[in-house]
């Protein structure tokens, strides 16, 4: 059974930082490429950062220079750094993995971060 298990999230005043976990089990964690995606109240998910196997990256322009994805492939788990938090960035950040050369992907559950202005 795939269980992406995220954590980290909660409430943090503007410029704060918090930094987001995901453990991954029941997958072969270097087979997939992992990421955060996140979705605010009335807006559609959105993709934050992507990290293949080899530590390729890939993020929204909202988040550049702002937030940081890496993984330990040793401990199946994937980061998601944030600094300079902004009020904007309040939503339910979502960890996500998707089998290299495939279309299977599976969710977390979900994490709030609340940024308080």
């Known amino acids: 059974q795939v269980q992406l298990v995220e954590s980290g999230g909660g409430l943090v005043q503007a410029g704060g930082s918090l930094r987001l976990s995901c453990a991954a089990s029941?997958?072969?964690?270097?087979?997939?490429?992992m990421g955060w995606y996140r979705q605010a109240p009335g807006k559609e998910r959105e993709m934050i950062a992507t990290i293949t196997n080899g530590g390729s990256t890939n993020s929204a322009d909202s988040v550049k220079g702002r937030f940081t994805i890496s993984r330990d492939n040793a401990k199946n788990t994937v980061y998601l750094q944030m600094n300079s938090l902004k009020p904007e960035d309040t939503a339910v950040y979502y960890c996500y993995a998707r089998r290299i050369g495939t279309s299977t992907n599976y969710w977390g559950q979900g994490t709030q971060v609340i940024v308080s202005s």
């Open positions: 029941g997958i072969i964690f270097s087979f997939h490429v």
